[in-house]
Protein backbone atom coordinates (compact mmCIF):
# COMPACT_ATOMS: atom_id res chain seq x y z
CA UNK A 1 0.00 0.00 0.00
CA UNK A 2 1.23 3.59 -0.25
CA UNK A 3 1.29 5.28 2.47
CA UNK A 4 -1.31 8.06 2.52
CA UNK A 5 -0.73 11.56 1.48
CA UNK A 6 -1.33 14.79 2.96
CA UNK A 7 -3.76 16.72 2.64
CA UNK A 8 -3.52 20.58 2.11
CA UNK A 9 -5.82 23.47 4.08
CA UNK A 10 -5.56 27.05 3.84
CA UNK A 11 -4.56 28.89 7.22
CA UNK A 12 -7.50 30.53 8.54
CA UNK A 13 -5.89 33.20 11.46
CA UNK A 14 -2.95 35.62 10.78
CA UNK A 15 -0.20 34.89 12.79
CA UNK A 16 0.01 38.28 13.91
CA UNK A 17 -3.57 38.31 15.24
CA UNK A 18 -3.36 35.16 16.76
CA UNK A 19 0.64 34.26 17.42
CA UNK A 20 1.60 30.75 18.64
CA UNK A 21 -2.01 29.53 17.24
CA UNK A 22 -3.08 27.96 13.25
CA UNK A 23 -6.32 28.19 12.76
CA UNK A 24 -8.12 26.15 10.09
CA UNK A 25 -11.61 26.15 8.76
CA UNK A 26 -12.36 22.40 7.77
CA UNK A 27 -15.37 20.48 6.28
CA UNK A 28 -15.79 17.37 7.08
CA UNK A 29 -16.32 14.78 3.95
CA UNK A 30 -18.94 12.16 4.74
CA UNK A 31 -20.83 10.77 1.41
CA UNK A 32 -22.52 7.54 0.01
CA UNK A 33 -21.18 5.71 -2.94
CA UNK A 34 -22.58 1.89 -4.66
CA UNK A 35 -24.69 2.09 -1.10
CA UNK A 36 -22.13 2.17 1.25
CA UNK A 37 -21.25 5.42 3.47
CA UNK A 38 -18.02 7.11 2.73
CA UNK A 39 -15.88 8.84 5.29
CA UNK A 40 -12.77 11.62 4.07
CA UNK A 41 -9.54 10.29 5.52
CA UNK A 42 -8.05 13.53 6.97
CA UNK A 43 -11.25 15.87 7.80
CA UNK A 44 -12.89 12.88 9.47
CA UNK A 45 -9.34 12.86 11.52
CA UNK A 46 -8.96 16.27 12.36
CA UNK A 47 -12.43 16.51 13.56
CA UNK A 48 -12.31 13.48 15.93
CA UNK A 49 -9.31 11.96 16.75
CA UNK A 50 -7.03 15.40 16.18
CA UNK A 51 -9.11 16.70 19.23
CA UNK A 52 -7.60 14.40 21.51
CA UNK A 53 -4.17 14.19 20.22
CA UNK A 54 -1.19 16.36 21.57
CA UNK A 55 0.56 16.29 18.36
CA UNK A 56 -0.69 15.80 14.80
CA UNK A 57 1.63 15.85 12.10
CA UNK A 58 1.70 18.71 9.50
CA UNK A 59 4.03 20.88 7.25
CA UNK A 60 3.53 24.54 5.93
CA UNK A 61 3.47 24.95 2.30
CA UNK A 62 3.96 28.29 1.19
CA UNK A 63 1.84 30.03 -1.57
CA UNK A 64 3.36 33.40 -2.61
CA UNK A 65 0.60 33.61 -5.12
CA UNK A 66 -2.02 34.45 -2.66
CA UNK A 67 -1.28 37.03 -0.28
CA UNK A 68 -2.38 40.23 0.93
CA UNK A 69 -1.01 43.35 -1.26
CA UNK A 70 2.54 44.11 -0.26
CA UNK A 71 1.10 47.94 0.37
CA UNK A 72 -1.55 47.69 2.48
CA UNK A 73 -3.80 50.71 1.39
CA UNK A 74 -4.32 48.57 -1.52
CA UNK A 75 -8.03 47.80 -1.66
CA UNK A 76 -9.07 44.06 -1.78
CA UNK A 77 -12.22 42.38 -3.03
CA UNK A 78 -12.16 38.64 -1.78
CA UNK A 79 -14.69 36.21 -3.55
CA UNK A 80 -15.02 32.70 -1.92
CA UNK A 81 -17.73 29.85 -1.14
CA UNK A 82 -17.99 27.68 1.50
CA UNK A 83 -14.28 26.74 2.94
CA UNK A 84 -13.03 29.31 0.54
CA UNK A 85 -13.76 31.76 3.22
CA UNK A 86 -10.55 30.50 5.30
CA UNK A 87 -7.95 32.67 4.17
CA UNK A 88 -9.65 36.02 4.06
CA UNK A 89 -10.49 35.23 7.68
CA UNK A 90 -6.76 35.54 8.10
CA UNK A 91 -6.20 38.71 5.67
CA UNK A 92 -8.71 40.72 7.48
CA UNK A 93 -7.71 39.53 11.41
CA UNK A 94 -3.98 41.10 9.70
CA UNK A 95 -5.72 44.18 8.25
CA UNK A 96 -7.63 44.59 11.49
CA UNK A 97 -4.18 45.46 12.99
CA UNK A 98 -2.67 48.00 10.35
CA UNK A 99 -4.05 51.89 10.58
CA UNK A 100 -3.33 52.40 7.35
CA UNK A 101 -5.44 49.73 5.79
CA UNK A 102 -7.19 50.27 2.55
CA UNK A 103 -10.52 49.40 1.80
CA UNK A 104 -12.06 45.65 1.52
CA UNK A 105 -14.97 43.93 0.18
CA UNK A 106 -16.01 40.55 1.01
CA UNK A 107 -18.45 38.07 -1.29
CA UNK A 108 -19.37 35.01 0.52
CA UNK A 109 -21.63 32.16 -0.29
CA UNK A 110 -22.57 28.70 0.91
CA UNK A 111 -25.95 26.70 1.45
CA UNK A 112 -27.88 28.07 4.55
CA UNK A 113 -27.87 31.52 6.07
CA UNK A 114 -28.48 29.61 9.56
CA UNK A 115 -25.91 26.63 9.45
CA UNK A 116 -23.33 27.80 7.14
CA UNK A 117 -22.37 31.73 7.47
CA UNK A 118 -19.23 30.57 8.75
CA UNK A 119 -17.63 33.21 11.00
CA UNK A 120 -20.61 35.41 10.55
CA UNK A 121 -20.28 37.22 14.14
CA UNK A 122 -16.63 37.76 13.24
CA UNK A 123 -17.44 39.62 9.93
CA UNK A 124 -20.12 41.62 11.80
CA UNK A 125 -17.22 42.77 14.20
CA UNK A 126 -14.92 43.80 11.44
CA UNK A 127 -17.44 45.35 9.69
CA UNK A 128 -18.09 47.71 12.70
CA UNK A 129 -14.19 48.24 13.47
CA UNK A 130 -13.55 49.02 9.51
CA UNK A 131 -11.30 46.39 9.40
CA UNK A 132 -13.99 44.91 6.57
CA UNK A 133 -15.58 47.75 4.38
CA UNK A 134 -18.20 45.66 2.72
CA UNK A 135 -19.74 42.40 2.70
CA UNK A 136 -22.30 40.29 0.51
CA UNK A 137 -23.36 36.79 1.04
CA UNK A 138 -25.36 34.30 -1.25
CA UNK A 139 -27.27 31.15 0.21
CA UNK A 140 -27.75 28.46 -2.60
CA UNK A 141 -30.13 25.99 -0.24
CA UNK A 142 -31.97 28.72 1.54
CA UNK A 143 -34.87 29.79 -1.68
CA UNK A 144 -36.50 28.36 -4.16
CA UNK A 145 -33.71 29.71 -6.73
CA UNK A 146 -30.11 29.27 -6.45
CA UNK A 147 -28.29 32.19 -4.82
CA UNK A 148 -24.31 32.47 -5.97
CA UNK A 149 -21.21 34.72 -5.04
CA UNK A 150 -21.49 35.55 -8.76
CA UNK A 151 -25.16 36.66 -8.51
CA UNK A 152 -24.13 39.06 -5.96
CA UNK A 153 -21.12 40.38 -8.24
CA UNK A 154 -23.42 40.85 -11.08
CA UNK A 155 -25.73 43.23 -9.47
CA UNK A 156 -22.78 45.24 -8.09
CA UNK A 157 -20.73 45.56 -11.36
CA UNK A 158 -20.68 49.25 -11.54
CA UNK A 159 -19.04 49.76 -8.07
CA UNK A 160 -16.60 46.71 -8.69
CA UNK A 161 -15.42 47.85 -12.04
CA UNK A 162 -15.06 51.41 -9.85
CA UNK A 163 -12.62 49.53 -7.38
CA UNK A 164 -10.89 47.36 -9.96
CA UNK A 165 -9.78 50.69 -11.75
CA UNK A 166 -8.72 51.77 -8.42
CA UNK A 167 -6.02 49.13 -8.62
CA UNK A 168 -8.02 46.69 -6.18
CA UNK A 169 -6.58 43.34 -6.17
CA UNK A 170 -8.84 40.26 -6.39
CA UNK A 171 -8.53 36.89 -5.25
CA UNK A 172 -11.10 33.85 -5.32
CA UNK A 173 -10.68 30.66 -3.18
CA UNK A 174 -12.99 27.52 -2.82
CA UNK A 175 -14.51 25.04 -5.61
CA UNK A 176 -12.16 24.67 -8.64
CA UNK A 177 -14.50 22.83 -10.44
CA UNK A 178 -17.72 25.17 -10.77
CA UNK A 179 -17.14 28.07 -8.48
CA UNK A 180 -13.76 29.05 -9.50
CA UNK A 181 -14.82 29.42 -13.68
CA UNK A 182 -18.15 30.69 -13.14
CA UNK A 183 -16.99 33.49 -11.30
CA UNK A 184 -14.40 34.20 -13.74
CA UNK A 185 -16.70 34.22 -16.36
CA UNK A 186 -18.40 36.84 -14.28
CA UNK A 187 -16.00 39.08 -13.77
CA UNK A 188 -15.39 38.94 -17.34
CA UNK A 189 -18.67 39.92 -18.03
CA UNK A 190 -18.51 42.92 -15.82
CA UNK A 191 -15.32 44.51 -17.35
CA UNK A 192 -16.92 43.98 -20.29
CA UNK A 193 -20.19 45.82 -19.78
CA UNK A 194 -18.78 48.47 -16.89
CA UNK A 195 -15.37 49.17 -19.24
CA UNK A 196 -17.58 49.15 -22.49
CA UNK A 197 -15.04 46.65 -24.04
CA UNK A 198 -15.72 43.71 -26.37
CA UNK A 199 -14.91 40.09 -25.57
CA UNK A 200 -11.23 40.10 -26.60
CA UNK A 201 -10.04 43.09 -24.67
CA UNK A 202 -11.53 42.66 -21.63
CA UNK A 203 -9.61 39.26 -21.95
CA UNK A 204 -6.75 41.10 -22.33
CA UNK A 205 -7.82 43.44 -19.07
CA UNK A 206 -7.89 39.99 -17.05
CA UNK A 207 -4.45 38.88 -18.77
CA UNK A 208 -3.27 42.32 -17.13
CA UNK A 209 -4.67 41.82 -13.73
CA UNK A 210 -2.96 37.87 -13.60
CA UNK A 211 0.24 39.83 -15.02
CA UNK A 212 0.42 42.29 -11.65
CA UNK A 213 -0.72 39.59 -9.57
CA UNK A 214 -4.28 41.36 -8.63
CA UNK A 215 -6.12 38.26 -9.55
CA UNK A 216 -5.05 35.57 -7.82
CA UNK A 217 -6.71 32.37 -7.03
CA UNK A 218 -6.40 29.63 -4.50
CA UNK A 219 -8.94 26.76 -5.29
CA UNK A 220 -9.31 23.39 -5.23
C1 LIG B 1 -4.70 24.16 -1.87
C2 LIG B 1 -5.84 23.46 -1.15
C3 LIG B 1 -6.44 24.09 -0.08
C4 LIG B 1 -7.49 23.47 0.58
N1 LIG B 1 -8.07 24.09 1.64
C5 LIG B 1 -9.09 23.51 2.29
C6 LIG B 1 -9.68 24.16 3.42
O1 LIG B 1 -9.29 25.26 3.83
N2 LIG B 1 -10.70 23.52 4.04
C7 LIG B 1 -11.17 22.29 3.62
O2 LIG B 1 -12.10 21.77 4.24
N3 LIG B 1 -10.60 21.66 2.57
C8 LIG B 1 -9.57 22.22 1.91
N4 LIG B 1 -8.98 21.56 0.87
C9 LIG B 1 -9.45 20.17 0.56
C10 LIG B 1 -8.69 19.17 1.49
O3 LIG B 1 -7.32 19.17 1.16
C11 LIG B 1 -9.18 17.73 1.33
O4 LIG B 1 -9.20 17.37 -0.03
C12 LIG B 1 -10.56 17.48 1.92
O5 LIG B 1 -10.59 17.82 3.31
C13 LIG B 1 -10.95 16.00 1.78
O6 LIG B 1 -9.97 15.23 2.40
P1 LIG B 1 -10.35 13.88 3.21
O7 LIG B 1 -9.09 13.17 3.54
O8 LIG B 1 -11.29 14.18 4.34
O9 LIG B 1 -11.18 13.06 2.16
P2 LIG B 1 -10.62 11.86 1.25
O10 LIG B 1 -10.50 10.61 2.06
O11 LIG B 1 -9.43 12.33 0.48
O12 LIG B 1 -11.86 11.73 0.32
C14 LIG B 1 -12.16 12.76 -0.60
C15 LIG B 1 -12.39 12.10 -1.94
O13 LIG B 1 -13.60 11.37 -1.87
C16 LIG B 1 -14.30 11.46 -3.07
N5 LIG B 1 -15.62 12.09 -2.80
C17 LIG B 1 -15.88 13.15 -1.99
N6 LIG B 1 -17.18 13.47 -1.99
C18 LIG B 1 -17.75 12.57 -2.84
C19 LIG B 1 -19.07 12.35 -3.28
N7 LIG B 1 -20.09 13.13 -2.83
N8 LIG B 1 -19.29 11.34 -4.15
C20 LIG B 1 -18.29 10.56 -4.60
N9 LIG B 1 -17.02 10.71 -4.22
C21 LIG B 1 -16.75 11.70 -3.37
C22 LIG B 1 -13.49 12.31 -4.01
O14 LIG B 1 -12.71 11.45 -4.81
C23 LIG B 1 -12.60 13.10 -3.07
O15 LIG B 1 -11.40 13.48 -3.67
C24 LIG B 1 -7.93 22.17 0.18
C25 LIG B 1 -7.30 21.53 -0.89
C26 LIG B 1 -6.27 22.17 -1.55
C27 LIG B 1 -5.60 21.45 -2.70
N1 LIG C 1 -23.16 17.50 0.95
C1 LIG C 1 -23.06 18.39 1.92
O1 LIG C 1 -24.02 18.81 2.53
C2 LIG C 1 -21.69 18.93 2.25
C3 LIG C 1 -21.56 19.79 3.30
C4 LIG C 1 -20.30 20.33 3.55
C5 LIG C 1 -19.22 19.96 2.75
N2 LIG C 1 -19.35 19.06 1.75
C6 LIG C 1 -18.17 18.66 0.92
O2 LIG C 1 -16.99 19.24 1.48
C7 LIG C 1 -16.10 19.75 0.49
C8 LIG C 1 -15.83 21.23 0.65
O3 LIG C 1 -17.04 21.88 0.68
P1 LIG C 1 -17.19 23.41 0.99
O4 LIG C 1 -17.74 23.55 2.35
O5 LIG C 1 -15.93 24.15 0.68
O6 LIG C 1 -18.34 23.86 0.02
P2 LIG C 1 -18.67 23.65 -1.52
O7 LIG C 1 -19.10 22.25 -1.77
O8 LIG C 1 -17.59 24.19 -2.37
O9 LIG C 1 -19.98 24.61 -1.63
C9 LIG C 1 -20.00 25.96 -1.16
C10 LIG C 1 -21.06 26.76 -1.85
O10 LIG C 1 -20.73 26.93 -3.22
C11 LIG C 1 -21.92 26.74 -3.96
N3 LIG C 1 -21.68 26.47 -5.38
C12 LIG C 1 -21.87 25.32 -6.09
N4 LIG C 1 -21.63 25.52 -7.39
C13 LIG C 1 -21.32 26.84 -7.52
C14 LIG C 1 -21.00 27.66 -8.64
N5 LIG C 1 -20.97 27.17 -9.89
N6 LIG C 1 -20.74 28.95 -8.41
C15 LIG C 1 -20.77 29.47 -7.17
N7 LIG C 1 -21.08 28.76 -6.07
C16 LIG C 1 -21.34 27.44 -6.25
C17 LIG C 1 -22.62 25.62 -3.24
O11 LIG C 1 -23.98 25.58 -3.63
P3 LIG C 1 -24.83 24.26 -3.91
O12 LIG C 1 -24.06 23.09 -3.40
O13 LIG C 1 -26.12 24.47 -3.18
O14 LIG C 1 -25.05 24.22 -5.40
C18 LIG C 1 -22.44 26.10 -1.81
O15 LIG C 1 -23.40 27.05 -1.49
C19 LIG C 1 -16.75 19.39 -0.83
O16 LIG C 1 -16.17 18.18 -1.24
C20 LIG C 1 -18.23 19.22 -0.48
O17 LIG C 1 -18.86 18.32 -1.40
C21 LIG C 1 -20.58 18.55 1.48
Redesign the pocket.
Known amino acids: MRPIQPRSYSISSSPAACPGELHLTV ?3 N ?1 EKSGRSKRGTC ?1 NYLSEIALDEEHVPIFIESNPNFRLPQNEETPIVMIG ?4 IAPYRAFIQHRELSEKRGKSWLFF ?3 NFET ?1 FLYQAEWHNFLKSGALSKMNVA ?3 DGEK ?1 E ?3 HRLIENSAELFKWLEEGAHFYIC ?2 MN ?2 A ?3 QKALLKIIEKEGSLNREKAEEYITKLQREKRLQLDVY
Do not use: C, I
Request: aromatic share 12%; glycine share 18%; charged share 20%.
Open positions: SVVYSAGTGGNREFSRKYVQGDNMGDV
